[in-house]
């Protein structure tokens, strides 16, 4: 099966763990137009009062992402036909023949 997630913060990530763990032999990218590494939002405060450092916030660099076998693209998605398995992107390419799950739906704009 071929799954894309779009939003690869914490509820992506989940959903992209969760897609491997059922699906082995997946093929699953990640859109997420926000730069990597996919750090912790809620830990910004800590941040801003210096009670963490800014590289504490990473919560999945490169490396998780190509342990997990997601293939990542600093992508906005910005319309879905699901009766046709098609997604389009702000670049105008258009995904077609996947599965897709939006990880945060209040972000999205399709």
Known sequence: MRYVVVGLHAT????????RKVDKSAEIVGLDPSPLPVYSRPLISYVLSGEMALPDMDVATDGFWKDLGV???GE????LDPGRG???LASGESL????STRANPSKSTW
Not at 96 to 99: F, K, L, P, Q
């Open 76 to 79: 906005r998605a910005v319309a």
């Open 96 to 99: 077609a023949g996947w599965t």
């Open 12 to 19: 992506g990530r989940s959903a992209c763990m969760w897609l």
């Open 71 to 73: 293939s990542v693209r």
């Open 86 to 88: 098609r997604l389009e």
